[in-house]
């Protein structure tokens, strides 16, 4: 009997489910959205039901796509996005909506805690960074605001727990997502007693670690009828969407590193040991034994360029419409045709503020040494680079902890642009590698399922389920000319910091009086 795997991440926007072959084919797919909800100023939640209805969803159909019943895959293996929150009652219900990655309403709190040092003693400890973005101080935010939810409250789950509690009625999460908790400790691999006391939580609120190859099975009754799995199908818990990705580009070897951009971007590589950085620039997380990934993931990737296609680009969409192609396909044909540096344009990309290496939700974005002889086609080519000088300084901090990489794999939905491809190239001045499948979540999802269940002894192993089709090499003459911006990049940031963020809390104060209004 043909056997087949089936991989699912769990994403910000959509959850995706993909059957694959023993070969790593993609034999079908299925894709459901689901929207953020931003009921005031800084939160940024979503309905967890909504979400588990989506997971529901993609497995029946992914199944149904690929004609096969559920005792053909061999596993079910799972991919999620990090850093997200719910309070949950005794009967598994939610008493909050889920409070995910992009969340800022507990910024005053890590504030406080970047000043006191506190916030550096825990990041040091579990290697996921004093910013907003951790559930540790959303859960500060909760306490303090909504304490009888707080001390009602049964577990504070994430939304793959909240589905793995849905599906099997137990309460366990991997160490992975554990580890971008900020309340995990990446060196025991244990909730972090220090932390637990300061947010006067028993562990028992927590669930039971477990390892990123655990097995479960025993599905609920209702959704064994809605997917056609059974109780015996075997379900991998499987590991952060940024870990995954990682796994799922190949890019687990020493000296091999993963760019990815899609709505926002990170650069990670994996370490053979948990490594924290003394200036806090980088996260840490669990992928597998001895596998940590390292890197830094930025807020502002693909949401900017899309802000410029859609505030600033009216003839592109038009054109475009007239054509029946992508607006992005004009945008980038006349990025290609504007000299690199963009005649000395700078762009800071910090429109939602910015996660590594600055970690800092108070950075705005800008434009600098504008002059006449500017065009539109130089502010959009500005802006890709901006993104990539961006990346760059994740990447350059990555190197100062691990050391030499020597080749870049990419993934997400940039490399669709030659272009953009070829400016990150020339910018990180290193080789960069495509591969042929975009879905490097589930495919590490996949390949992790792969080594749970004995299909591989080592997770190398897994390596020809990803096909490579293009490189791209840095042109010497165009890296020189971005070293030289880059320099003039970091000191604009360094000048204008205090003035970015004084200009963040004059919105945030005239954001409030429009809401009281």
Known sequence: MKQYYLGIDIGTTSTKAIVFDKEGRIVSKSVVEYPIYSPKQNHREQNPDEILKAVINTLEDSIKKAGINGEDLKFIAFSSMMHSIIAVDSDGNPLTPCIIWNDNRSVPYVDKFKRNGKGREIYLRTGTPTHPMSPLYKLMWLKDNKPEIYNKAYKFVSIKEYIFYKFFKEYIVDYSVA???????????????????????DESKLSKPVSTTYIINGLDDDI?????????????????????????????????????????GAVRVVFDKP???KKERVFCYYLYNNKYVVGGAINNGGVVYRWFRDEFSEAEKEQAKKLNIDPYVLLNEKIKNTEPGSNGLLFLPFLTGERAPYWNANLRGAYIGISDGHSRNHFARALMEGICYDMNDVFNAIKDLVGEVKCIYANGG??????WLQILCDIFDINVVVSENYESSCIGAVMLGMLAVGEVEKLEQCSYLVKENRMFKPNEETTQVYKNLYDLYKQSIESLTIILEKISNFQNNQNKRNEEI
């Open 414 to 419: 940039f490399t669709r642009s030659q272009e």
């Open 224 to 264: 064994c009828k809605k997917t056609g799995l059974s109780k015996q199908s075997r379900f991998v818990v499987g590991a952060s969407d940024g870990c995954l990705a990682n796994l799922g580009s190949n890019a687990i070897t020493s000296g091999a590193a993963v760019a990815t951009i899609g709505t926002s």
């Open 275 to 277: 490594v924290t950085d």
């Open 179 to 201: 580890s971008a908790t900020g309340m995990f400790n990446i060196f025991d691999l244990q909730w972090d007693n220090d932390v637990l006391k300061l947010l006067e939580l």
